[in-house]
């Protein structure tokens, strides 16, 4: 059996093996913070998403810092985080296989659960495995708010729904859940674009409401919109996720949240003068929403990803780049990566505090 070797904590950074996922503790604690703040000041609470994390560890951390819960994608998730110590989560996706539903109505005997639905058959399959695993879970009503993903129209189909769900057994309707995550930038139609979708949800509480239906709940929000979306009255809770590491995608939005999680490699190979080869590939970092960039390094280029190695073009000082020098990539999507690594290097002041585990790596059932 193959045995990993972790590096203890003190061992300074440069030294932990390559290729190595690092978090930079004091940006991350630093975005759990100002996020949490942020939203506060807004009137809303923090739900934040660990699709990205899936980690409990993560989890706790913002709970800690005043989360009242957090959300994820999958069961598998779910059950990670409940297994690590986390006892409220909102899972938004559909849960439609009868093996996902029994494993969701057995964890709601253990934690506060809460799903979203946007079929009536499927709430009365979920209110049929509550009851015979006699366990109570929450459902939201998911509304298609613009994203044109899953999640039914605001007004008649949404008022519709909730009231299935009312009176369905063993299930509690607790509200309604919108997501904006179309919105992504930071031009002047970010503001109009997300409070156009918001209305939308806006109107789907109103038409509930109207029909005597109480909501407790009207989650929404992703990291590109937190700072609009929290101050819209109607919305009680914020989804945000990614802020907690930022990558490639979002640090161009001019967010206030600092990059905190980068890929280190290291040089394996110098061939020419304006090359170098990493020992980081596609198995080690992704590149979905396009190649990572190099930090601290001018001069050097990304310019190929295949399956073990990594590419720089250098110029200027930065072909002075050696055989086994480390460097640090910034992501494209961290989301992604980190579904492809086994442990979180934790950081500070450029030693390693902590390694914490993925423990929802490849949760995705």
């Not at 300074?12 to 930079?24: G, N």
């Not at 006699?134 to 519709?160: A, F, K, W």
């Not at 110098?270 to 596609?282: E, S, W, Y």
């Not at 902590?354 to 949760?363: F, L, M, N, Q, Y």
């Amino acid at each position: 059996m193959t045995v990993e070797f972790l590096p203890a904590p003190g061992t300074p950074v440069e030294l932990i093996d390559t290729p190595a996922m690092i978090v930079d503790l004091d940006a991350a604690e630093a975005n759990i913070r100002d996020m949490q703040q942020v939203v506060a000041s807004g009137g809303g609470s923090m739900r934040p998403h660990t699709k990205t994390t899936k980690s409990p560890y993560w989890a706790l951390k913002q709970i800690e810092a005043g989360a009242i819960g957090v959300c994820c994608a999958k069961v598998g998730e779910a059950e990670v985080l409940v297994e690590g110590g986390v006892n409220d989560i909102l899972i938004t996706s559909e849960i439609v296989s009868v093996s996902k539903i029994n494993r969701l109505a057995a964890l709601a005997r253990h934690a506060s659960i809460k799903v979203v639905v946007d079929n009536a058959e499927n709430a009365r399959e979920i209110s049929e495995a509550a009851v015979s695993a006699q366990s109570e879970i929450g459902v939201l009503v998911d509304v298609n708010i613009r994203i044109n993903r899953c999640g039914v129209e605001p007004g008649e189909p949404t008022t519709t729904l909730a009231k299935i769900v009312d009176k369905l057994p063993a299930l509690h309707f607790a509200g309604l859940n919108g997501y904006e995550g179309h919105v992504f930038g930071f031009g002047d139609e970010r503001i109009p674009e997300t409070l156009e979708a918001l209305e939308k949800l806006q109107y789907a509480v109103s038409e509930v409401n109207a029909a005597g239906l109480p909501i407790e709940t009207v989650s929404a929000g992703g990291t590109s919109t937190h700072d609009i979306t929290c101050k819209v009255p109607e919305v009680t809770e914020v989804q945000a996720g990614s802020y907690i590491f930022m990558d490639g995608q979002y640090v161009d939005q001019k967010l206030s949240f600092r990059p905190a999680l980068t890929i280190m490699t290291q040089v394996i190979s110098r061939p020419v003068p304006d090359r170098a080869i990493l020992d980081v590939g596609l198995k080690s970092i992704a590149n979905d929403y396009g190649p990572p960039r190099v930090l601290g390094l001018d001069g050097a280029e990304f310019t190929k990803l295949s399956e073990e190695h990594g590419t720089l073009s250098l110029t200027g000082s930065a072909q002075k780049l050696k055989h086994g020098d480390v460097v640090h990539l910034l992501p494209s999507h961290a989301g992604t990566t980190i579904n492809i690594h086994d442990h979180y290097f934790c950081v500070r002041n450029g030693i390693l505090e902590d390694v914490i585990e993925v423990a929802g790596r490849g949760k995705f059932r």
